[in-house]
């Protein structure tokens, strides 16, 4: 949500849908096979020899197997510019509220396509989080991303972050950690049931809200 009236949603099929007036109505902004196409044409338009075979393989593979890829989440950065994540590195952005879109996959120091499970941002810093404890992170909106180095190497589900170089991330047994310097170091964070924690939410009081595979909803707070 950007506000109570302006929303975006994602899900299978590389499905996004859009609402202006809180939810009434959606309008469908992009789907799978657009998504598959748009990767396919950056591919062929790169002129990086050696980076463009790989890419090129990988998009024309999305191509043949159609609109089965899902988005796993998504960030409205401002009212009108959207990042949506998912399966296989999915990154797809759009600059003008989700009427044209344009690959971010090629950005990302991700040469296995691993999944990409949540996106935050804050400020001009953008987040990524995924499998195999991938981290992502930009500090100048997209523009350029690095990979951090993890604390864990189990998958990230959720993500929050608290500022610019201050965020936390969990996911695989329950595991949370939490870093101050963009990832460069981070600390456990106690968590009393070792299940996988699948989703998150940062409360207007900045108490974080874990959501978990035993049921049960957890909250952190002062640290």
Same mark, same amino acid.
Request: hydrophobic fraction near 40%; glycine fraction near 12%; charged fraction near 20%.
């Given at each position: $949500?950007?506000?109570? #009236?302006?929303?975006? !949603? @994602? /899900?299978?099929? *590389?499905?996004?849908?859009?609402?202006? &007036? %809180? +939810?009434?109505?959606?309008?469908?902004?992009?789907?799978?096979?657009?998504?598959?196409?748009?990767?396919?044409?950056?591919?062929?338009?790169?002129?990086?020899?050696?980076?463009?075979?790989?890419?090129?393989?990988?998009?024309?593979?999305?191509?043949?197997?159609?609109?089965?890829?899902?988005?796993?989440?998504?960030? $409205?950065?401002?009212? #009108?510019?959207?990042? !949506? @994540? /998912?399966?296989? *590195?999915?990154?797809?952005?759009?600059? &003008? %509220? +989700?009427?044209?879109?344009?690959?971010?996959?090629?950005?990302?120091?991700?040469?296995?396509?691993?999944?990409?499970?949540?996106?935050?941002?804050?400020?001009?810093?953008?987040?990524?989080?995924?499998?195999?404890?991938?981290?992502?992170?930009?500090?100048?909106?997209?523009?350029?991303?690095?990979?951090?180095?993890?604390?864990?190497?189990?998958?990230?589900?959720? !993500?929050?972050?608290?500022?610019?170089?201050?965020?936390?991330?969990?996911?695989?047994?329950?595991?949370?950690?939490?870093?101050?310097?963009?990832?460069?170091?981070?600390?456990?964070?106690?968590?009393?049931?070792?299940?996988?924690?699948?989703?998150?939410?940062?409360?207007?009081?900045?108490?974080?809200?874990?959501?978990?595979?035993?049921?049960?909803?957890?909250?952190?707070?002062?640290?």
């Amino acid at each position: $949500l950007a506000d109570e #009236r302006q929303g975006i !949603a @994602v /899900g299978h099929g *590389g499905v996004v849908l859009s609402t202006d &007036d %809180g +939810g009434h109505s959606w309008q469908q902004r992009l789907q799978g096979r657009q998504i598959a196409q748009a990767l396919l044409d950056e591919a062929r338009a790169r002129q990086q020899p050696v980076a463009q075979p790989a890419l090129l393989a990988q998009a024309e593979r999305l191509v043949q197997e159609g609109a089965d890829k899902p988005l796993l989440d998504v960030a $409205l950065i401002s009212p #009108r510019r959207v990042l !949506a @994540v /998912g399966a296989y *590195g999915l990154a797809m952005a759009s600059e &003008d %509220g +989700g009427q044209h879109w344009m690959p971010w996959t090629a950005r990302l120091d991700n040469p296995k396509g691993l999944h990409l499970y949540a996106v935050r941002h804050q400020g001009a810093a953008i987040l990524l989080a995924g499998e195999q404890g991938l981290l992502l992170y930009s500090a100048d909106e997209g523009a350029h991303f690095q990979r951090l180095p993890s604390p864990y190497q189990g998958s990230f589900f959720a !993500a929050e972050m608290l500022s610019p170089t201050e965020f936390v991330v969990a996911g695989l047994r329950g595991q949370i950690w939490h870093t101050r310097d963009a990832g460069q170091h981070w600390q456990p964070v106690a968590n009393p049931v070792p299940a996988s924690i699948t989703g998150s939410a940062r409360g207007r009081d900045g108490q974080l809200w874990w959501v978990n595979q035993a049921g049960l909803l957890l909250r952190q707070r002062d640290g």
